[in-house]
């Protein structure tokens, strides 16, 4: 099982982030919170929708995040970017996309064997299912991975892709559709970039999959995977299976709310409460944690992959910024916080209540959430004893991000703010309970 490591994610949405010369206040902003990583969505050329996820030319980049009054190349001004994150403690992750390409790629003429043909003359674009609807990217070109006669050819290039990537200064890809490339290739590339620079992390996009589905792309050797607690009600038994059946295999890393989802301060009809609910618990269920940015300040307008511009930056009085960094900080204290422990949910008596047991297998900590899944109203929480539900006799510290208790009573009663959460840690004895 991979050793614990602080895996704090900060997504930096390229649009709405501008040049990148003016990225640095970001990182700034980042790294204040308590965040170690940023995630880029791709930044390379894009065909003619302009949308970051339609890549034209791969070791080109997109001219919206190009200065172009500066002296130094496109490359020079983005390694001069990822060096300043390096100065704050930053490591910075982009997407790979490799599922497919823009529709008026070079690449499709250069290479036609690299792709699927719906007929002659017409290369096969991606398509979902939406509440049964037929959702068509016309504007993407789908790579045949698994039937391409030239599979050699088609690993070189993004071997090269890779390469060129981590020779800008990128430790790690968050790599998109993950489950849709085929085992095989992934093994291959992950581990011969491994054995060239063993410090790159892999990240594997599996949203949408089946536990068995996401057990078998985290198995091509993936370091991260990324879970579906976003999409949790706080109350359904499928999340807790899906973790179980993962957790031994890969890591995960969980969200409040990501670039392709409804910004959850619209969702939650500006309710500060239900922010600060989501983000604790995504910061504490698992592994790893990744925040889009504008979530620290309510923003409420979805970012758009075509149209999102550095104007659409939204003005409001809310700054979360303070609680973000409190909940990061425990985070990165606290092992159990930082790999996927084992983890029960505990019946309250309450349906309004979440109690989260969690014992580290790296340490010898064990944790306790307590969290007021009502976000509106207060809810009454009682234990006849705290101690029984943790399962053993140790003192109790509380590290919750706001109106820390000093004294842990038993019984122990308490009135939950509205979505608030309680965090609890102590250790267990080295000898057995």
């Not at 890809?173 to 085929?182: H, K, N, S, V």
């Not at 916080?337 to 340490?363: C, R, Y």
């Not at 991000?401 to 080295?430: A, C, M, N, W």
């Amino acid at each position: 099982m991979r050793q614990p490591e602080k895996m704090i994610v900060y997504n930096l949405f390229p649009l709405l982030a501008g040049k990148f010369i003016e990225w640095e206040g970001h990182f700034k902003r980042a790294s204040g919170m308590g965040f170690n990583w940023i995630f880029v969505n791709p930044v390379h050329l894009p065909g003619f929708s302009g949308s970051l996820y339609s890549i034209k030319d791969y070791f080109s980049f997109n001219p919206l995040l190009i200065d172009p009054l500066s002296e130094k190349t496109p490359e020079e001004q983005i390694r001069d970017t990822i060096r300043a994150a390096e100065g704050l403690g930053l490591r910075m992750m982009i997407d790979l996309v490799i599922n497919h390409c823009a529709v008026d790629s070079g690449l499709i003429r250069q290479h036609p064997d690299w792709f699927q043909w719906e007929r002659k003359g017409k290369v096969a674009n991606p398509f979902c299912d939406e509440n049964g609807k037929k959702v068509v990217w016309g504007d993407l070109a789908k790579f045949d991975h698994r039937h391409t006669r030239d599979q050699e050819g088609l690993f070189r290039f993004f071997f090269k892709v890779v390469k060129f990537l981590i020779e800008l200064g990128f430790k790690g890809f968050r790599c998109d559709a993950a489950y849709q490339i085929p085992e095989g290739f992934w093994k291959r590339l992950i581990t011969e970039t491994k054995a060239a620079y063993p410090d790159v992390l892999f990240f594997a996009e599996t949203l949408g999959c089946t536990a068995d589905q996401t057990r078998k792309t985290a198995g091509a050797g993936f370091d991260y995977i990324f879970n579906s607690s976003k999409w949790w009600d706080l109350s359904s038994p499928w999340l807790l299976e899906q973790y179980a059946l993962t957790r031994e295999i890969a890591p995960s890393i969980g969200f409040p709310e990501s670039h392709d989802t409804v910004r959850l301060f619209e969702e939650f009809h500006g309710n500060i409460a239900g922010l600060k609910q989501r983000y604790l618990f995504s910061a504490l269920f698992s592994a790893g944690v990744m925040m889009p940015v504008g979530f620290e300040f309510g923003f409420r307008k979805k970012p758009h992959v075509v149209k999102t511009r550095p104007e659409d930056w939204e003005e409001t009085d809310i700054d979360l910024t303070s609680f973000i960094n409190s909940v990061n900080k425990i985070k990165e204290r606290y092992t159990i916080f930082q790999e996927e422990a084992p983890t029960e949910i505990l019946d309250t008596g309450n349906p309004a209540i979440l109690i989260m047991w969690k014992a580290s297998v790296h340490t010898q900590e064990k944790a306790l959430l307590i969290l007021n899944k009502d976000i509106n109203s207060k809810q009454r929480f009682y234990a006849d004893s705290l101690h029984k539900l943790l399962r053993l006799k140790a003192p109790l510290k509380d590290v919750s991000p706001e109106y820390r208790l000093d004294h842990i009573p038993e019984p122990f009663s308490y009135d939950l703010r509205p979505g608030q959460g309680i965090v609890l840690v102590t250790k267990r004895d080295t000898v057995v309970e």
